[in-house]
């Protein structure tokens, strides 16, 4: 049990960061055939060997042991109900409509931008995909130099290794739905 517990997360932990066998093997200095044997069930590591492995991947020790009812199969969020996870200077906040899903393999957010709010001058780059929709107000979206006005009832998906950025000048309050794969780690 404790095998297919710590393997599945493994692989699991492994794929959402677009990670294969060999990279995690160079990131941990643990052998391919060990991680591979550990992703399949058929080993139970060292502590040293988890330790390596959950540094290369930014999560904790514990993450592998902890049992399956600290996370749940099904969340149900009221409306005006997520979970509030972040808030920048009264302009920025988030609230997540996945918070305590089980190994989840995407994330669900509602955004909600104050008017001259922006993701910052630089493009973000990132592994996985995004998919936004605007709810309310409208929002400028610049992804791979490419620019894209997006107004209510408007999306847009895209890969999230291309550069990309947004910004509020509408002079409105903006809420967005976004769906981020894989799920950052908050």
Known sequence: MVKKLIGKKLKSSRLRRDKTIQQLAENSRV????????????TTPSVEILMKLADALGVSLSYF??????GSTVVFTPAGKGDPIFFFEDKHQIF?????????????????LEPSCDSGEGGMVHTG?????????SLDFTI???KFHLEAGDSIAFKASLPHRWQNDSGVQVK???????????
Do not use: C, H, Y
């Open 31 to 42: 052998s391919s055939n060990m991680i591979s044997r550990i992703e399949r069930g058929l």
């Open 65 to 70: 042991v902890e049992e399956a009812e600290k």
């Open 96 to 112: 997540s409509l996945t918070q305590g899903l089980r190994d989840p393999g995407f994330s669900v957010f509602i955004d909600v």
């Open 129 to 137: 995909e995004e998919f936004a929709m605007v709810m309310e107000g």
């Open 144 to 146: 791979d130099d490419e």
């Open 176 to 186: 967005i739905l976004w769906i981020v794969s894989p799920p950052p780690n908050v």
